[in-house]
């Protein structure tokens, strides 16, 4: 990556003999005469650092300052004037500037600010790449779909993402909650706070607590430092509760208080704890029951579904199958190195009539383990789990058993012999394997 610097200076000796001592520092320098012509420069190109004079003959360059920042963040500037006041300097401080110099009696200073501006810039610049690269992957365009029932869930989204509001996702599990979670944090005001996640199922109720609201030391055996809750950990940002469901009612009173007035108390702790931080809840059961029925809170559940997002399932939107499909099926053949595959016509088939009661995250393990499989760019549907094959005159269960025993060898093959992952990507229990290897006879 180049390291460049934008001179803006409309004495054009002065940006001259400027350019040509920067560029023996090895930088890449652009000049500008003007505050005009310097931002279309900033516009055009990577820019790192900017020198500008105070006195432009079309802008007041402490008031650049703002307006190259607001352009490019990262870009780090440095005012030169030939007449330094202190009520200036102080301006193009408060405006971002990195320093404020007098021309003449400060030209000692110049390169080495240079460089110290760079190194800062530089830092600055690939956060800021790193910050873009991650919204863009967890953006609503990442959301794949052409269906109107799921356009429908992502222009509610794109709707809520940009206020502050709580919101609860309804859905059945894999339908991709966690993906409009992240959409809706990394599109919104959020952004550049943290995005946390946490799965309510899978933590006792006193784990629970301690995970969300941290504690202090000595609250409990083995408790001997303090530790920040993930409500802190997403202070700033998003704290994704998944499942939520799954909460007791105790602790959903605690959560209530947080979503009421921003506050809470650690575990251990007799002082309240404040934060800023936005909920997004997520669900498959149905709460309105529930909470009617006394097992959950209703107050909770009136607080939490101030703007409701239900979610499709897989089989509301048939039409996606396919897209999805090739989606997954060209990115896992990116992570082992396969060329792009073709579906063939019974393939598609297979996948349009089976029930995907897992939803996309069964599509996606589906996916991933054909391409295990697969032996060339084109994928048969004799590459599909034994459960996708209908038993009949042609498919009988002998020739099943055969399939499945070559699926299972194949994944065997791939993980190395390790059991668990194998077992992950078959979708069947640890338990359910061993008991396959001995039936099967599989070493």
């Not at 089976?354 to 599509?363: D, F, Q």
Request: with cysteine; proline share 3%; net charge neutral.
């Amino acid at each position: 990556m180049q390291s460049t610097v934008l001179i803006i200076d409309d004495e054009k000796k002065i940006c001259n003999l400027l350019a040509r001592i920067i560029g023996l520092e090895g930088f890449h320098v652009l000049q500008a005469y003007s505050g005009k012509e310097g931002l279309k420069q900033l516009a055009g190109n990577d820019v790192h650092v900017v020198l500008s004079d105070v006195k432009l003959p079309d802008i007041d360059g402490v008031e650049l300052v703002k307006q190259i920042k607001e352009k490019k963040p990262y870009a780090e500037v440095i005012n030169l004037t030939a007449f330094g006041t202190i009520p200036d300097g102080v301006r193009a401080m408060r405006n971002g500037a990195f320093d404020y110099i007098t021309k003449g009696d400060d030209n000692d200073r110049i390169i080495p600010l240079v460089h110290k501006a760079m190194e800062k810039a530089l830092v600055q610049f690939r956060l800021f790449n790193l910050e873009n690269k991650l919204i863009s992957q967890h953006s609503f365009a990442g959301i794949i779909g052409q269906s109107k029932a799921v356009k429908d869930a992502i222009e509610l989204a794109r709707r809520v993402s940009a206020t502050d509001t709580t919101v609860l996702l309804l859905g059945e599990t894999g339908t991709g909650k966690e993906v409009f979670a992240q959409a809706i944090h990394y599109e919104g005001a959020r952004r550049t706070g943290s995005f946390v996640a946490l799965n309510c199922s899978g933590f006792s109720p006193d784990l629970l607590e301690s995970e969300l609201f941290g504690y202090k030391a000595g609250a409990f055996t083995g408790a001997s430092k303090d530790k920040k809750g993930l409500l802190e950990e997403a202070n700033g940002g998003t704290l994704f509760l998944d499942e939520i469901g799954e909460m007791s009612l105790d602790l959903q009173a605690k959560l209530l208080r947080v979503l009421e007035n921003q506050s809470f108390i650690k575990v251990g702790d007799t002082h309240t704890s404040k934060v800023n931080v936005r909920i997004i809840a997520a669900t498959n059961r149905d709460l309105k029951a529930e909470a009617e029925a006394g097992k959950f809170r209703l107050d909770l559940y009136y607080r939490l579904s101030v703007f409701s997002i239900p979610l499709p399932s897989l089989s509301q939107r048939r039409a996606d199958i396919p897209v999805i499909a090739k989606h997954y099926l060209d990115q896992f053949a990116g992570k082992v190195n396969k060329p792009p595959f073709t579906m063939e016509e019974g393939f598609v088939q297979k996948l349009l009539d089976h029930p995907w009661k897992g939803n996309i995250r069964e599509l996606k393990n589906v996916m991933e383990r054909v391409v295990i499989l697969s032996d060339g760019p084109l994928i048969s549907a004799n590459l599909l789990p034994f459960e996708f094959h209908t038993v009949t005159g042609e498919q009988n269960p002998m020739k099943m058993e055969a399939m499945e025993k070559l699926h299972i060898q194949k994944v065997l093959q791939y993980t190395h012999g390790n059991k668990t992952e194998t077992a992950r990507l078959l979708g069947i229990g640890l338990t359910t394997l061993y008991r396959k290897l001995e039936e099967y006879r599989i070493g």
